[in-house]
């Protein structure tokens, strides 16, 4: 069973510029959610995509933009990178159960540096 | 809207001691709560998980947790810490809404004393 892998694993871009990162959830898992490490902090919900649609949206201005395949992986974008997006962007695959707290794996991360 | 709270941002033990990591929880509905474990450059590995069939829950690598309404807490402990142990844990609340998402606490860098 493959868990869940993230690319690129570092990133350097300047400001104004836009980044893609990308997600390969865990096999059997259909369920995507995005979070936004800053260093020294505990992470940060992005959005959620569920069945190719987004599920849910945290506190993230409309730059911040994603999508996912009929594979179940998924891409997260950022437009117009400034400084604060400087941060480890963590994915998160689930398969969504009733009435239970679904468990979410993570992957190993994106570290971005917006210069 | 549900939250959770961390206290003491750094926890320093001696090899072979008792850990514990506090957590206390905000929620106007049973929470789902759980446990996370971050190694230096690395993502999130959990640790165990709350879901209201057991009040005593035990994870991997020894750790367990105890749900506590009356406290509204899910402490983190293990009998007897190694090196291997020091890392960064966070406490998580799953969210009600259509997404479930986890909403974290700050976290606790744990270090181990030989």
């Known amino acids: 069973e493959t868990g869940v892998t993230q690319s690129p694993t570092h990133l350097i871009k300047t400001r104004g510029q836009q980044v893609t990162l990308r997600c390969s959830s865990q096999?059997?898992?259909?369920?995507v959610s995005w979070y936004q490490q800053a260093l020294g902090q505990g992470p940060q919900f992005i959005f959620q995509y569920y069945r190719e649609e987004e599920n849910g949206r945290g506190n993230f201005p409309p730059r911040f933009s994603g999508l996912q395949f009929p594979n179940y992986s998924s891409e997260l974008n950022v437009n117009a990178l400034e400084l604060d997006d400087s941060a480890l962007y963590l994915c998160a695959s689930s398969t969504r159960l009733a009435g239970v707290g679904d468990t979410q794996y993570f992957g190993p991360g994106t570290r971005l540096t917006v210069l | 809207a549900q939250s959770v709270t961390q206290l003491g941002s750094h926890v320093s033990v001696s090899e072979g001691a008792l850990v514990l990591l506090r957590c206390n929880y905000s929620s106007s509905v049973p929470p789902y709560l759980f446990w996370y474990v971050q190694y230096p450059n690395q993502g999130l590995q959990l640790l165990l998980k709350y879901t209201s069939a057991a009040t005593l829950v035990k994870g991997i690598n020894g750790f367990e947790a105890e749900f506590k309404k009356s406290e509204t807490s899910f402490h983190l402990t293990k009998p007897s810490a190694h090196m291997s142990d020091a890392a960064e844990y966070f406490c998580a609340v799953s969210g009600t809404g259509p997404a479930r998402q986890l909403t974290f606490g700050s976290g606790t860098q744990l270090t181990v004393l030989p």
């Open positions: 096999s059997g898992h259909n369920t």
